[in-house]
């Protein structure tokens, strides 16, 4: 039997008035039916352009698109020609689609399980009644908790991993022939990533699906995939089974996305990244890839050197349900009773799962969250009882790293005066000239060249960003930074460089941080001590090296054990 789709020498470009750039450079490749192909590559590769070029999903005004996708059911249909009626008895009916940010994907304020009844009453022109039970039904099989109670939830009220399977429910409500999945685990937690590796793996397999899995990740798709395409600058560079790919990668490309997992390396020994492997000219070359080794920081850290952090029995509680009159009945426990210390220049991880309280510990060292009880310590000054000045004072000497860049930087101003602002908020230099110069710097240490100053932020990639981010966040020399989930979304690649980057800073500044993962293969590459957190409260806490390899608690273990592995 032929294949199931086939795309025959796809040629995208996007137009505008300034450039063309050519996202596609004609790539064909087959799916077949009950297949799994993943598409893998960094950022810009091609992989979403080819997702969303399937079911036609790019702005046909700035898009020039050449070639063919030819789509095989009862007769074989090309996606790119046909009429909008034949295209739309595809689109969610036949191939369906997960995409990458469930929230930004689900309607905020229509609940859960009626966004999935609208597409059962559109596409299979059944009642509301009987949309609203196979919706429940199909909650259930995607093994959403208590799913009756699914159903009336809105997408805030519930977790990123439960969002995701609400968006698999959808897609696979009309019982499609091929999946799509664009990015459906980035940025979720490694143990809700594996469940849904698990789930869309069980349904492809109940069903006879066939799946396109795009990731940047291959330690990711090792788990699901049985045929790999790898895409670099809109180009295949490698098609070959997931065996061949993982035992004998053929392409410089494969190799360095191969070799800049943290998983694979020991912690201060510096990251390879694609530079190392392949030239800039698109020309394969491989280089010889001798990197430096940074000075173990773990070495470095003496038991006995002072603390710099304390916190002892802080508690953050949330009120979860009240009564009539208001009197509040139940918390939500986000941080219990926890307590630790952090000395001076150690890197601390903090490690565990969506929900156990990471974040919320971060910001309430930070003060944004204020605390419900407890003490935190730093430099023998409690910071809970600090008044407006003193906590202004206080932020000058601990900075934070968000998760997200993009939302964290203002999108109508420049790099520079994003860099620049912390400087003249707390009265830093003379005048505007000696904080430009400052920011420059800056930006010249996280690798970023000068003419940065003049962009936005949407001019840069998510690399970029991150980076601007952590420039900033050094622009006030603290001594102690908080890093939340700084490196999660990004690509493996880009991920190494932000980690090799960080390790070039702590060694020059000697800052003393936080960092906040639910990666326990980035924690142990790049922290000291490991803090493992579940629910609340503190599992165990540790040497990096010592949990990694002889984890104590069980959720340690899970933690671990959900680790994709080539």
């Not at 199931?4 to 004609?26: C, R, S, Y």
């Not at 699906?209 to 395409?229: M, N």
């Not at 609340?536 to 340690?556: F, M």
Request: aromatic fraction near 8%; glycine fraction near 6%.
């Amino acid at each position: 039997m032929g294949p199931i789709l086939q795309v025959k020498d796809l040629a995208i470009d996007f137009v505008n008035d300034e450039q063309t750039v050519h996202a596609l450079q004609g790539i064909s490749f087959d799916v077949n039916e009950g297949e799994i192909v993943a598409l893998v590559g960094e950022s810009g590769s091609g992989k979403s352009v080819t997702a969303l070029s399937i079911l036609r999903l790019l702005n046909e005004k700035i898009t020039k698109i050449n070639g063919e996708i030819l789509f095989r059911q009862s007769s074989e249909i090309d996606l790119l020609h046909c009429n909008g009626d034949e295209l739309q008895k595809v689109r969610g009916n036949k191939i369906a689609m997960i995409f990458q940010e469930p929230m930004s994907s689900l309607n905020p304020v229509i609940t859960c399980g009626e966004q999935v009844s609208e597409a059962l009453v559109l596409h299979k022109k059944i009642s509301k009644a009987a949309a609203k039970k196979q919706t429940i039904d199909l909650f259930a099989e995607v093994e959403l908790p208590q799913p009756e109670k699914m159903y009336s939830r809105y997408p805030h009220q519930i977790s990123g991993g439960q969002k995701q399977r609400v968006m698999i429910a959808m897609a696979m409500c009309c019982s499609p022939q091929i999946l799509i999945c664009d990015e459906p685990t980035t940025a979720l937690d490694v143990m809700v990533q594996k469940s849904i590796l698990l789930l869309i793996k069980k349904l492809q397999q109940q069903n006879n699906l066939s799946v396109i899995f795009i990731s940047h990740d291959l330690g990711v798709v090792s788990e699901i995939a049985d045929k790999i395409i790898v895409l670099y600058k809109g180009k295949i560079v490698e098609e070959a089974s997931s065996k061949n790919i993982f035992n004998h990668p053929k392409h410089a490309y494969t190799k360095a996305l191969l070799a800049c997992r943290p998983l694979l390396h020991q912690p201060g020994e510096r990251l390879p990244v694609v530079s190392d492997f392949i030239n800039m000219n698109n020309d394969e070359k491989i280089f010889n890839t001798q990197y430096p080794i940074f000075n173990n920081q773990q070495s470095t850290i003496d038991n006995q050197q002072s603390s710099v952090l304390s916190v002892q029995n802080l508690k953050v509680w949330f009120p979860a349900k009240s009564d009539f009159f208001g009197k509040i009945m139940q918390y939500n426990k986000a941080v219990d009773d926890v307590s630790f210390e952090v000395r001076e220049r150690e890197i601390v991880g903090l490690v565990g799962g969506s929900g156990c309280g990471k974040t919320t510990l971060g910001r309430a060292i930070l003060q944004l969250i204020r605390p419900t009880s407890g003490k935190i310590i730093f430099k023998q000054k409690d910071i809970s009882l600090f008044n407006k000045n003193e906590l202004r004072a206080f932020r000058k000497d601990m900075q934070i790293i968000f998760q997200d860049p993009y939302s964290s930087l203002d999108t109508h101003q420049k790099i520079g005066d994003a860099i620049a602002e912390p400087m003249f908020v707390h009265n830093l230099f003379y005048d505007k000239k000696q904080r430009k110069d400052k920011a420059i710097s800056l930006l010249e240490k996280v690798d970023l060249p000068s003419s940065f100053y003049e962009r936005y932020p949407h001019e840069l990639s998510g690399g970029q960003r991150q980076r601007v981010v952590i420039a900033r966040a050094l622009a006030l020399q603290p001594s102690f930074i908080i890093c939340d989930e700084c490196v999660s979304a990004l690509d493996v690649s880009v991920q190494a460089q932000v980690l090799n980057l960080l390790n070039d800073l702590k060694k020059e500044f000697g800052f003393t941080a936080i960092f906040i993962s639910h990666d326990l293969s980035v924690v142990r590459y790049f922290c000291d001590r490991i803090i493992v957190m579940n629910k609340g409260k503190i599992e165990e806490t540790g040497d990096a090296q010592t949990i990694w390899q002889s984890p104590q608690s069980l959720y340690t273990k899970v933690l671990l054990n959900a680790l994709p592995t080539l």
